[in-house]
């Protein structure tokens, strides 16, 4: 298709698992942002990424999350040792443009750590 | 202070109502703003940017009021298919952080 693909659609993992979420963002978008959203709230960010460039990372709640795009295209969210409060939707977005105008967003991951 | 604020809702209106949200923000240098619509357990969709002079998209006008730091969004003749929960976003341009407000939820009842 022709829009953001995340993958996988749900997760459940056990406590203290290591989690890999996936990103395809869409053919050419420059930018590209991870979110994450906790159930009645808001999405909050997480990273930003131009092209291959990680230029900000500091809605990272803690150094058991890491992001890459190592090509410039697809995104990975890698969470280790995953913990109950981790428990959310993470959702990517794209944008063709450098930042945020008229970003395009995933459906998002529904992540459930048991 | 969050950065963005949003009255949660809900609001429950009938089929044809008007019906407005106020989004506050923080940060008086903001330059880009935004409103998002997200249906119930789906990704949040751009609705309109919102621009200095104010700007209307058929049933719905946005307007930006710089001095009280806020933005609103009015919804004429409410559809059951607006029943959603409207997003406010910012961008404080002092970074790509985009701030999401908690979201706003409207219900149309027919």
Aim: aromatic share 12%; with cysteine; net charge neutral.
């Amino acid at each position: 298709g022709a829009g953001v693909s995340q993958s996988p659609r749900y997760k459940v993992a056990k406590r203290g698992q290591d989690v890999a979420l996936r990103c395809d963002p869409i053919s050419g978008h420059v930018s590209l942002f991870w979110y994450q959203q906790a159930l009645g709230q808001g999405p909050e960010f997480l990273t930003y990424f131009q092209n291959e460039a990680q230029l900000d990372k500091s809605g990272l709640p803690s150094d058991r999350f890491f992001a890459e795009r190592p090509e410039g295209s697809v995104s990975t969210l890698k969470i280790q040792r995953t913990q109950q409060e981790d428990s959310a939707v993470y959702l990517c977005a794209s944008s063709p443009i450098q930042g945020h105008a008229e970003a395009f967003f995933g459906q998002g991951t529904r992540l459930t750590v048991v | 202070r969050k950065e963005v604020e949003q009255d949660p809702g809900p609001f429950n209106v009938p089929e044809g109502a008007t019906v407005a949200f106020n989004c506050t923000y923080s940060n008086s240098a903001s330059q880009s703003f935004f409103w998002y619509r997200q249906d119930c357990r789906k990704e949040p969709k751009l609705l309109m940017s919102v621009y200095s002079s104010g700007n209307e998209d058929g049933r719905f006008t946005a307007q930006l009021n710089r001095a009280s730091q806020y933005i609103s969004l009015l919804i004429r003749d409410s559809k059951l298919s607006d029943s959603a929960t409207y997003l406010c976003v910012v961008n404080p341009n002092t970074g790509n952080q985009f701030y999401f407000g908690t979201g706003t939820s409207l219900t149309v009842i027919p």
